[in-house]
């Protein structure tokens, strides 16, 4: 079983930055591409952004391009997303994912994933 712990959250003024972290167990997450996707209240979770399982592949959704970065640490089973001139619309859980088919670029959409953290808070306010 894979487990998925997201931290870094928290409350910040627009402008500014915060990275988040996902620790993963198992003997194999260098296999995996991984995804951060958000949710805000009242809307449906998104993609955010993907890493592929070498690193060496990211996408992002297009408003956040140029702001976030997404990486990874596979000898510390970690991929984190720095996130900087942060605006109120970013405000979201922001949840990380593990690609359900190993040695992938990563995918944008959620059902490609199947192990998915318990999610961290991001508000940003005006």
């Known amino acids: 079983q894979v487990q998925l712990v997201e931290s870094g959250g928290g409350l910040v003024q627009a402008g500014g930055s915060l990275r988040l972290s996902c620790a993963a167990s198992?003997?194999?997450?260098?296999?995996?591409?991984m995804g951060w996707f958000r949710q805000a209240p009242g809307r449906e979770r998104e993609f955010v952004a993907a890493i592929s399982y070498s690193g060496d592949y990211t996408s992002y959704t297009d408003s956040v391009k140029g702001r976030f970065t997404i990486s990874r640490d596979n000898a510390k089973n970690l991929v984190y997303l720095q996130m900087n001139s942060l605006k109120p619309e970013d405000t979201a859980v922001y949840y990380c994912?593990?690609?359900?088919?190993?040695?992938?670029?990563?995918?944008?959409?959620?059902?490609?994933?199947?192990?998915w953290g318990q999610g961290t808070q991001v508000t940003v306010s005006s």
């Open positions: 994912a593990r690609s359900r088919l190993s040695n992938t670029i990563g995918s944008r959409t959620a059902a490609a994933y199947d192990y």
């Open positions: 198992g003997r194999t997450f260098s296999n995996y591409a």
